[in-house]
């Protein structure tokens, strides 16, 4: 089992930066790929960014890449997503996942694990 707890979320204006954390509880952590979500009001969760087990791969989707940086720390069982120039069709809540495979997973059943959520508002 693993369990997945967000932090970090709040309101930020267009054009700043906030870092989301996502610590897991769990011995397989470090063998497990990572991924955040997100999802809008009224619109379906959508894939963000993932990381291999090994932090030696990372995927973003076309909507967040050059903005958005995923990174994870496995001596700490965190996984960190840096927002910056954020934008408000950005705002959502944002989900960490852990899937069951060591390498980049960009589908939503390819994740066992989810956590609660963290919401972020970008306000224009």
């Known amino acids: 089992q693993v369990q997945l707890v967000e932090s970090g979320g709040g309101l930020v204006q267009a054009g700043g930066s906030l870092r989301l954390s996502c610590t897991a509880s769990?011995?397989?952590?470090?063998?497990?790929?990572m991924g955040w979500f997100r999802q809008a009001p009224g619109k379906e969760r959508e894939f963000v960014a993932a990381?291999?087990?090994?932090?030696?791969?990372?995927y973003y989707a076309d909507s967040v890449k050059d903005r958005f940086s995923i990174s994870r720390d496995n001596a700490k069982n965190t996984v960190y997503l840096q927002m910056n120039s954020l934008k408000p069709e950005d705002t959502a809540v944002y989900y960490c996942?852990?899937?069951?495979?060591?390498?980049?997973?960009?589908?939503?059943?390819?994740?066992?694990?989810w956590g609660q959520g963290t919401q972020v508002t970008v306000s224009s």
């Open positions: 996942a852990a899937s069951r495979y060591f390498g980049v997973s960009t589908q939503e059943n390819e994740y066992d694990y």
């Open positions: 769990g011995r397989t952590f470090s063998s497990r790929s």
């Open positions: 990381i291999s087990w090994s932090g030696g791969s990372t």
